[in-house]
Antibody, heavy 119, light 108 residues
Framework: QLQLQESGPGLVKPSETLSLTCTVS??????????WGWLRQPPGKPLEWIGS???????YYSPSLKSRVTISVDTFQNQFSLKFNSVTAADTAVYYC???????????WGQGTLVTVSS | EIVLTQSPGTLSLSPGERATLSCRAS???????LAWYQEKPGQAPRLLIY???SRATGIPDRFSGSGSGTDFTLTISRLEPEDSAVYYC?????????FGQGTKLEIK
């Protein structure tokens, strides 16, 4: 059964870079025509799609976040990663990784990891 | 960006009853590209419905979706205690995709 697990620091200082990794088990990132995505949910706000990556390297980002986000994939480690620079308190959220069917339907999710931006 | 408004915010029902959750879009949702997700505390969100009415793999037929255009509904029949969760709708017909704020379903 496909499983996804987020990992990374739970606390990031303002203006620094938030880095998270999603490890995929029970299936290969490069085994089929899926994208792999990151989403987040700030406290009291709706879920927000950040971006998605294809294992061959194609990426799609939310226009509102595109200038600060990089998503990459490591097929050897069966992982994909999120880098979010110049963070502020507004970037405090639960961050999720998920499998994207290519149409932005997310059919498998990680449990989410809380990242707090604070000095 | 399409804004999705879910109602009610909280729904409290008894086992065996039927729950009706609403999702209204600020603009037309192309091709019925509307999904529903279930989220329980401490668990990964789960895809329930996509394409407005297609059940995802392994989802029981107690869960059904309907609607088109700007108005969509998730119906859960014969409620069970395990259905207690927050339910989110998502449109993916226009980029960027967007989510509603959620409906919390409580089973008495």
């Amino acid at each position: 059964q496909l499983q996804l697990q987020e990992s990374g620091p739970g606390l990031v200082k303002p203006s620094e870079t938030l880095s998270l990794t999603c490890t995929v088990s029970g299936g290969s990132i490069s085994g089929s025509d899926y994208y792999w995505g990151w989403l987040r949910q700030p406290p009291g706000k709706p879920l927000e799609w950040i971006g998605s990556v294809y294992y061959r390297g194609g990426t799609y980002y939310s226009p509102s976040l595109k200038s600060r986000v990089t998503i990459s994939v490591d097929t050897f480690q069966n992982q994909f990663s999120l880098k979010f620079n110049s963070v502020t308190a507004a970037d405090t959220a639960v961050y999720y990784c998920a499998r994207d069917d290519g149409n932005r339907v997310f059919d498998h999710w990680g449990q989410g990891t809380l990242v707090t931006v604070s000095s | 960006e399409i804004v999705l408004t879910q109602s009610p915010g909280t729904l409290s029902l008894s086992p065996g009853e039927r729950a009706t959750l609403s999702c209204r879009a600020s603009q037309y949702v192309r091709s019925r590209y509307l999904a529903w997700y279930q989220e329980k505390p401490g668990q990964a969100p789960r895809l329930l419905i996509y394409g407005a009415s297609s059940r995802a793999t392994g989802i029981p037929d107690r869960f059904s979706g309907s609607g088109s255009g700007t108005d969509f509904t998730l119906t859960i029949s014969r409620l069970e205690p395990e259905d207690s969760a927050v339910y989110y709708c998502q449109q993916y017909g226009s980029s960027p995709c967007s989510f509603g704020q959620g409906t919390k379903l409580e089973i008495k």
